[in-house]
């Protein structure tokens, strides 16, 4: 079986449906809001601080940003948000690149890279800082971290000015070069804004002379120690999306509040003549908050650091490389990106969604396996030992093109535990023991012969060990005597003398509760403990070559992939993406 039909069959229909930032987007081509000679009108970017990995929420922001670019003809920057030093690092730099590609997107156009670090623009965010300094909109003040809160109020009450708000701009100036030339100590003087004379009391706290500029004798994973203060988010943000001319700048909606200073900032430093008019809007839309995961990165990380996930890239993680070991397609990812959309109101998706587009995609692209995942002896006595009949089933049921897999029917075979029953239930059409009134149970074993029970073996602690068949010779699926026996059972099974001994692992839902994390709840609480649980499988033989990352549905199991890790050549890991079905929340 060919590696590519995981890769190269066409996913189901992810025709871009309309949102209310494809609407935006529209009304500005119409009015031209952003044309500028020689340049897309829509330039988007993603902005990721390089502080941890990628998780599935930000598989949101990324096929909005890049999604919009691709489908407008614009182009998606990618942009490291790099101005903590002390949380970053070249790692997490490496594995979002590597994310973001593999999602299936690329920053590159034209031949150009865009490619961007926040850090790369710490020279011209001094400079617009001096700017502010000299016309009168920053001030250093010189209150401590516990005054500066005090003065802030909250929401019902106004600040209070800080009593260094009027010191002269020289002043400022003088202590905003010694701060950047190392002169004091991290906390001992802040640069903040100052929107408006009364801006302490404006009743959005954000625009009460925020912070632009903090003290922090740091080294940086790209600057080094070339700077001891660094620019916030809040400042370097907009003045990144100026410089590189994005034209909608989308963020999550807990950033509605910073919108005044994002406008005022960008206006204020156009009106220097630091970037030339139109300048980037910011636009909100709702994260994307899933059931049963956690997706802040402090919460992954301890997860990590407490051994409670092998790591970043386990199976059970929603990071984007835990969802790629895990067995999901990008084509996956993308499709859940857009039935989920894109809007304004805040709301939880459930994990059945994201499922759904992962068998919607793999259905149809995922060549069909045999694998017994429980298994238990079935000896076929009236067949004889050391004989071979070769059975023949499907590639997939849908593209006959693809040609059918092979695999040997032998006296010795394994079926799954659940297959036999001693006592059978009411309704159970698998193998069943002869009882005093009946023979046993007739069962098809599927794509070979049928087969009827006559009797099974048990150990001293009552296990059954084996069951006994008889088989028919004339009843081979696909020859015409096939068609003379009626049965209602139809199991699957893998030669004992030819099958593929496999380490399958079965992953579930990391947490019991869909929301482990809401209002403040102890999320480590709610960890389901048996979200893995690994069998010794036996699998078709077919199956030795299994590419790492190669997809399959097994048939009655569900959909898993060749562990991209722990895989090696003759003897693949599985893991299970998905059941068939959904059977949670029934
Ligand atoms: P965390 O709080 O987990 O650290 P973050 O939002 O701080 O996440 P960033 O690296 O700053 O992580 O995020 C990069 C981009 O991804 C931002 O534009 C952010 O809005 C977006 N993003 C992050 N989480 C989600 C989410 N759950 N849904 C949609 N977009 C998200
Ligand atoms: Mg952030």
């Not at 692209?365 to 298994?375: E, Q, T």
């Not at 006959?400 to 032998?410: A, D, K, M, N, Q």
Request: proline share 7%; hydrophobic share 35%; aromatic share 12%.
């Amino acid at each position: 079986m060919s590696n590519d039909k995981n890769s190269a069959a066409p996913s189901p229909s992810a025709a871009p449906s309309s949102n209310f930032v494809r609407s935006i987007v529209d009304a500005d081509l119409a009015a031209g809001t952003h044309s500028r000679p020689g340049m897309p009108s829509v330039i988007t970017r993603f902005p990721p601080e390089p502080n941890g990995y990628l998780h599935v929420g930000h598989a949101k922001s990324i096929c909005l940003n890049f999604g919009l670019a691709r489908d407008y003809q614009g182009r998606c920057h990618l942009r490291f948000d790099d101005t903590n030093p002390e949380k970053e690092d070249q790692e997490y730099v490496d594995t979002i690149m590597d994310s973001v590609k593999w999602l299936g997107f690329s920053w590159e156009q034209g031949g150009q890279e865009y490619l961007h670090y926040a850090s790369d623009y710490f020279g011209k965010l001094y400079e617009m800082a001096e700017y502010l300094i000299k016309t009168g909109k920053a001030y250093v003040d010189s209150q401590s971290a516990e005054e500066m809160a005090k003065n802030r109020g909250n929401f019902g009450t106004p600040g209070t000015n800080s009593p260094f708000r009027d010191r002269p701009a020289d002043e400022s100036l003088q202590l905003f070069r010694d701060m950047k030339a190392g002169k004091y100590k991290d906390g001992e003087h802040i640069l903040r804004a100052k929107m408006s004379e009364d801006a302490m009391a404006s009743p959005i706290m954000t625009n009460r002379d925020p912070a632009l500029y903090r003290i922090r004798h740091a080294h940086h994973h790209r600057t080094g120690d070339e700077w001891c203060i660094y620019p916030m988010y809040d400042y370097t943000h907009p003045i990144s999306d100026a410089l590189e001319d994005i034209t909608h700048s989308l963020c999550t909606l807990e950033f509605t509040d910073h919108r005044p200073f994002y406008d005022w900032l960008v206006e204020t430093l156009a009106e220097g003549g630091f970037f030339t008019r139109p300048v980037p809007r910011q636009y909100e839309f709702s994260r994307l908050n899933l059931t049963y995961v956690v997706t802040s990165k402090r919460k992954l990380r301890q997860l990590v650091d407490d051994g409670v996930v092998a790591g970043w890239d386990d199976p059970r993680m929603p990071t984007i490389v835990g969802l790629r070991r895990r067995g999901y397609t990008p084509e996956a990812i993308q499709l859940f990106c857009e039935r989920i959309g894109v809007s304004k109101a805040d709301g939880w998706i459930d994990m059945s969604t994201l499922e759904g587009a992962l068998r919607d995609d793999l259905d149809p692209k995922a060549p069909r396996a045999i694998a017994v995942l429980r298994p238990l002896k079935l000896i076929v006595d009236n067949f004889p030992e050391g004989d071979t009949v070769e059975c023949n089933a499907p590639v997939h049921p849908h593209h006959p093109e693809w040609g059918t897999r092979s695999f040997p029917f032998t006296r010795e075979l394994w079926i799954e535990q659940e297959d036999f029953m001693e006592t059978p239930t009411k309704g159970y059409f698998r193998f069943t023991p002869p009882s005093a009134d009946k023979p046993g149970a007739r069962v098809r074993l599927k794509y070979g012969f049928v087969a009827e029970c006559t009797g099974f073996d048990k150990d001293e602690h009552g296990n059954v060990t084996a069951v006994h068949v008889n088989y028919f010779p004339d009843s081979k699926s696909g020859t015409p005597g096939a068609d003379n026996y009626k049965v209602k059972g139809n199991i699957t099974w893998v030669s004992a003398s030819h099958a593929l001994a496999a380490e399958v692992r079965l992953y579930d839902r990391l947490f019991l509760e869909a929301q482990p994390d809401a209002g403040g709840k102890d999320f480590m609480s709610a960890l389901n403990p048996n979200a893995l649980e690994t069998v010794n499988a036996f699998v078709e033989p077919g199956l030795q070559d299994a590419a790492a990352d190669q997809r399959f549905q097994f048939e009655r199991h569900g959909y898993f992939v060749a562990d991209r890790v722990d895989s090696v050549a003759g003897k693949p890991v599985f893991n299970r993406v998905t059941t068939l079905k959904d059977s949670w929340g029934k």
